[in-house]
């Protein structure tokens, strides 16, 4: 059963528009949340990250929300750029020490010129 | 620093036969993870370790996959025997350990079990 879940496979949205990927998580211990970026042939990189007490993060053009009622985070990149394109993937920690990180299936984004 | 290096970066094999990827953390790093990537479920953490220690293997998927580390830049993951069903990328992640800490991901081993 996932814990942390990317309904939507993929995305395509238009240079310059805004891009919003969602994941929802249904373990509510979690208390800290990051998105990590993927591009093809390459290992995940850290992206941005937000932590519960917090319900919004922003970091130049990327934008974390969390909604902790509904189990929900987004992340929103405005303007969106064709090297925005990789596979986008939501992860969730727990409390206590350990960094193990819960990821999600992940959204392909792809942003065409 | 030339971050966590990954061998093989691909690997075919036959079906029954022992699979063996390898692992050098970044310098420094007391946390060592390895994940399995597939389409339905995305990454997935196999297990990881925290000063050379097996913290969490409980997503090791059965007792045909076996890690270790034994040294703070070394781990191995041992898949025997393999199985078409094993093919995916597996990656290799470090970090200082701790919770909010990054982690730092190698380019992955493509694995294919024909």
């Known amino acids: 059963d996932q814990q942390v879940k990317q309904n939507s496979p993929s995305l395509s949205v238009q240079e310059g528009r805004i891009s919003i990927l969602n994941c929802d998580y249904t373990?509510?211990?979690?208390?800290?949340f990051l998105w990590y970026k993927k591009y093809p042939a390459e290992g995940p990189t850290f992206l941005i990250s937000?932590?519960?007490?917090?319900d919004k993060n922003e970091d130049g053009r990327f934008t974390v929300f969390l909604n902790k009622s509904a189990k929900h985070l987004s992340l929103h990149i405005v303007p969106s750029q064709p090297g925005d394109s990789a596979v986008y993937f939501c992860?969730?920690?727990?409390?206590?020490?350990?960094?193990?990180?819960?990821f999600g299936q992940g959204t392909t984004l792809q942003v065409k010129p | 620093d030339a971050g966590v290096i990954q061998s093989p970066r691909h690997e075919v094999t036959e079906m029954g036969q022992e699979v063996t990827l390898r692992c050098k953390p970044i310098?420094?790093?007391?946390?060592l993870f390895w994940y399995r990537q597939t389409m339905m479920r995305g990454l997935e953490l196999l297990i990881y370790?925290?000063?050379?220690?097996?913290?969490?293997d409980s997503g090791m998927p059965e007792d045909r996959f076996s890690a270790k580390m034994p040294n703070a830049s070394f781990s191995t993951l041992k898949i025997q025997p393999s199985e078409p069903r094993d093919s995916a990328v597996y990656f290799c992640?470090?970090?200082?350990?701790?919770?909010?800490?990054?982690?730092?991901f190698g380019p992955g081993t493509r694995l294919l079990v024909l």
């Open positions: 992640a470090s970090s200082f350990g701790g919770r909010g800490e990054t982690q730092y």
């Open positions: 373990n509510s211990m979690f208390d800290y």
């Open positions: 937000i932590s519960s007490i917090k």
């Open positions: 992860a969730a920690s727990g409390s206590g020490n350990t960094g193990k990180l819960i």
């Open positions: 310098s420094g790093h007391n946390s």
């Open positions: 370790f925290n000063n050379n220690v097996p913290i969490d």
